[in-house]
């Protein structure tokens, strides 16, 4: 076993922040995303149009198996849009799970409709197909089903039963770009599918996101909303009210050279999550995020749990990393028990345990591309040595 490393050792002084502490998301921009970027300002096309965004759209939708794919300035923007296109409304509810980010829920007020949120499935601490028939009410109208932290959701499951009570699923796919579910790629699974490319994600352009669908009425839809409800035939007409959602060239040219490595940014991360497994799977007290057995997982941020038996408590744990230069982030805060939802959480009543349990619990670690062998090693060992 390695020695745990102090990576505050060369604190930068003045700064506070450690030349060699481990951040918890790092973007890897080592490939042509300069070069492209250059290219884009250079040619002048650094709007929102160009041979970048072509580019990228086509290549993104292929990626996901998709027929289409729109891209729009940040994923939260791509939610919005997903629901301003299935025309979800005032008074609508839709189902989405606690354990989250507040995007999910975000946009569902966006569009005066109610966010009803179900727990998380134990077996993938995505949203759980099996508590979606509770929550259904004559006022539901869809499903968003987060893959969450790279893991895809039960998505069969979740289909049937919106197929049989008659709504719409959106997968929000923004921490899982290219996981797979029975073999078929995230972004092909629902009626369409939200992505982020936010600077920890798994590809990223900054700031952007994007949607993909293989449904050419609702791409329409989408695309015209997109651009200020501007009509596609005629130039400056603009027959309903719409947005500007649309995301650069420049954007989009980063994102052409991240999809250039794709599979070798996936594959890095999952060798990091493999290593982690490795080094704690026999760590007392602590647990890790389950792998379905029909899931190809693209590990967004590494998942522990401290449970009651690890020696000291989730937050003890983060501080004493923190001590040692290894920056982590704690699970989401449950959606239902945030400022703007959790009234009409307790109205309804809505029973959330798991989701509850994994929030108390949950640690994000260091997940990265550009994170060494040694550095999980050492992030590792600094757990070991704490849970003794
Ligand atoms: C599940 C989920 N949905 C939506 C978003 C929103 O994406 P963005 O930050 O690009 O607006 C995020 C971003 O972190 C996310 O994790």
Same mark, same amino acid.
């Given at each position: 076993?390695?020695?745990?490393?102090?990576?505050?050792?060369?604190?930068?002084?003045?700064?506070?922040?450690?030349?060699?502490? /481990?951040?918890?998301?790092?973007?890897?921009?080592?490939?042509?995303?300069?070069?492209?970027?250059?290219?884009?300002?250079?040619?002048?096309? /650094?709007?929102?149009?160009?041979?970048?965004?072509?580019?990228?759209?086509?290549?993104?939708?292929?990626?996901?198996?998709?027929?289409?794919?729109?891209?729009?300035?940040?994923?939260?923007?791509?939610?919005?849009?997903?629901?301003?296109?299935?025309?979800?409304?005032?008074?609508?509810?839709?189902?989405? @799970?606690?354990?989250?980010?507040?995007?999910?829920?975000?946009?569902?007020?966006?569009? *005066?409709?109610? @966010?009803?949120?179900?727990?998380?499935? @134990?077996?993938?601490?995505?949203?759980?197909?099996?508590?979606?028939?509770?929550? /259904?009410?004559?006022?539901?109208?869809?499903?968003?089903?987060?893959?969450?932290? =790279?893991?895809?959701?039960?998505?069969?499951?979740?289909?049937?039963?919106?197929?049989?009570? =008659?709504?719409?699923?959106?997968?929000?796919?923004?921490?899982?770009?290219?996981?797979?579910?029975?073999?078929?790629?995230?972004?092909?699974?629902?009626? $369409?599918?939200?992505?982020? !490319?936010? *600077?920890?994600?798994?590809?990223?352009?900054?700031?952007?996101?994007?949607?993909?669908?293989?449904?050419?009425?609702?791409?329409?839809?989408?695309?015209?909303?997109?651009?200020?409800?501007?009509?596609?035939?005629?130039?400056?007409?603009?027959?309903?009210?719409?947005?500007?959602?649309?995301?650069?060239?420049?954007?989009?040219?980063?994102? $052409?050279?991240?999809?250039?490595?794709?599979?070798?940014?996936?594959?890095?991360?999952?060798?990091?999550?493999?290593?982690?497994?490795?080094?704690?799977?026999?760590?007392?007290?602590?647990? !890790?995020?389950?792998?379905?057995?029909?899931?190809?997982?693209?590990?967004?941020?590494? $998942?522990?749990?401290?449970?009651?038996?690890? =020696?000291?408590?989730?937050?003890?744990?983060?501080?004493?990393?923190?001590?040692? =230069?290894?920056?982590?982030?704690? !699970?989401?805060? #449950?959606?239902?028990?945030?400022?703007?939802?959790?009234?009409?959480?307790?109205?309804?009543?809505?029973?959330?345990?798991?989701?509850?349990?994994?929030?108390?619990?949950?640690?994000?670690?260091?997940?990265? #591309?550009?994170?060494?062998?040694?550095?999980?090693?050492?992030? $590792?060992?600094?757990?070991?040595?704490?849970?003794?």
């Amino acid at each position: 076993m390695t020695m745990p490393l102090d990576f505050r050792q060369n604190s930068s002084e003045g700064s506070g922040v450690s030349s060699r502490s /481990i951040p918890v998301a790092r973007p890897d921009l080592t490939g042509n995303e300069e070069r492209y970027v250059v290219d884009a300002i250079r040619s002048s096309w /650094i709007s929102s149009t160009g041979p970048y965004l072509d580019r990228f759209e086509a290549e993104f939708a292929a990626a996901c198996h998709a027929d289409a794919c729109l891209g729009v300035s940040n994923g939260t923007v791509a939610l919005h849009l997903a629901l301003l296109a299935l025309d979800v409304r005032p008074g609508d509810e839709v189902l989405v @799970p606690s354990l989250t980010y507040v995007a999910t829920a975000n946009a569902c007020r966006y569009v *005066g409709a109610e @966010p009803v949120f179900i727990d998380s499935d @134990p077996a993938t601490w995505c949203l759980d197909p099996g508590r979606i028939e509770a929550a /259904i009410t004559r006022r539901t109208r869809g499903i968003i089903a987060v893959h969450l932290y =790279g893991h895809p959701a039960d998505m069969d499951a979740i289909n049937h039963l919106a197929a049989v009570h =008659g709504l719409w699923v959106v997968e929000d796919a923004a921490e899982a770009h290219f996981a797979t579910y029975k073999g078929r790629p995230v972004g092909s699974l629902a009626r $369409c599918a939200t992505f982020s !490319f936010y *600077g920890n994600k798994i590809i990223t352009s900054g700031e952007g996101g994007a949607l993909t669908l293989s449904d050419p009425q609702l791409a329409l839809r989408m695309r015209t909303l997109r651009g200020q409800g501007v009509d596609p035939e005629r130039r400056y007409f603009f027959p309903i009210t719409g947005h500007n959602f649309r995301m650069t060239n420049v954007a989009a040219a980063l994102l $052409c050279a991240q999809l250039e490595r794709r599979d070798s940014i996936v594959a890095r991360r999952r060798r990091i999550q493999a290593l982690y497994h490795e080094h704690l799977q026999h760590c007392p007290g602590l647990s !890790f995020q389950p792998i379905a057995p029909w899931a190809e997982v693209t590990p967004w941020l590494m $998942c522990v749990v401290i449970e009651d038996d690890f =020696g000291c408590s989730r937050d003890a744990v983060m501080a004493q990393l923190g001590a040692a =230069g290894i920056d982590t982030r704690p !699970f989401f805060i #449950p959606l239902h028990t945030l400022p703007p939802f959790r009234e009409e959480a307790a109205a309804r009543g809505d029973r959330l345990p798991h989701t509850e349990r994994l929030a108390a619990r949950g640690i994000n670690l260091p997940t990265f #591309p550009g994170l060494g062998d040694d550095e999980v090693a050492a992030i $590792c060992d600094v757990l070991l040595s704490i849970s003794r």
